[in-house]
């Protein structure tokens, strides 16, 4: 089993390494190649249950962990405690995740995320929180790409969890500038969770924007849904929401929940 040697140095040098393990491919692979290098020895994985975490994203660690003999540890980052996170501003990842890391820094010397190179070409105010914090990113020092990492979690087993969609927190699909409040994440996680039952797991975001709400899927998978697919759709989003707002039904969009403003 070949992990890349400036990784395996990465994951091995530190005397103990908690994983902030979001339950996305990125953390995983990065947990599993952890586990491979230092089985228990002086590694933690950490996830935060939160209302911005997908139900199924934290249902994958606690099994992820369980099959992986890793020790688990599920904490609170506090963030819906900071008005800061939730008034949402363009750069909430980074309350965030200052939430999370010094929640995850005062239960070990060295954190470790799952950043790739690709998230550094991205507008991602989270990695100043991760560099105010000391927090390593083992697969940008070994300089893999999502690429990379997919083709890692498959030589390290990981099955079907290599082809994951990427999937942000829950927060991310509430446009900028209105507030975060859990119930509407709820409602998005209920939303993602029923659609993907019909629809299987492909690309989705169910977002809440000014205009109401709108559900995005995969250019392919839109244009090949049935006019009573289409109408199942809209039909959940108006059962689930109950709240008058308009609904629509879209192309997948990356980031369009953002506002630069």
């Known amino acids: 089993m070949t992990i890349p040697a400036a990784l395996h140095d990465a994951l091995a040098t530190p005397a103990s390494l908690t994983i902030a393990l979001s339950g996305g491919i990125d953390s995983l ?46 904490v609170d980052a506090g963030e819906f405690a900071d008005p800061s996170y939730r008034a949402n501003p363009v750069n909430r990842c980074y309350f965030c ?10 239960m070990g010397p060295l954190v470790a995320a799952g950043t790739n190179t690709d998230d550094l070409t991205d507008y991602r105010p ?94 392919l998978v839109h244009n090949g849904l049935s006019a009573s697919q289409r109408a199942m759709v809209l039909a959940q989003v108006r059962q689930e929401t109950d709240d008058g707002r308009a609904v629509d039904l879209r192309p997948y969009s990356r980031g369009s929940a953002f506002v630069h403003q």
């Open 97 to 106: 995740k200052s939430n999370l890391y010094g929640t995850l820094a005062r």
């Open 126 to 219: 989270g990695l100043q929180a991760a560099a105010e914090h000391g927090v390593l990113h083992p697969f940008v020092d070994a300089q893999m790409s999502k690429a990379d990492v997919r083709a890692l979690a498959r030589v390290l087993g990981l099955g079907e969890l290599a082809e994951l969609p990427a999937a942000p927190c829950l927060a991310s699909r509430i446009e900028t500038g209105l507030r975060v409040e859990p119930a509407d994440l709820a409602v998005i996680d209920r939303i993602e969770t029923l659609l993907r039952a019909e629809l299987g797991n492909i690309t989705l975001r169910c977002r809440l924007l000014r205009g109401g709400w709108v559900v995005e899927v995969d250019q």
């Open 29 to 74: 692979t990065l947990s599993a190649a952890a586990a491979k290098v230092r089985g228990a020895a002086g590694l933690t994985l950490c996830h935060a249950v939160s209302a911005a975490v997908p139900s199924a994203a934290t249902a994958r660690v606690k099994e992820f962990a369980a099959a992986w003999g890793a020790p688990l540890r599920l």
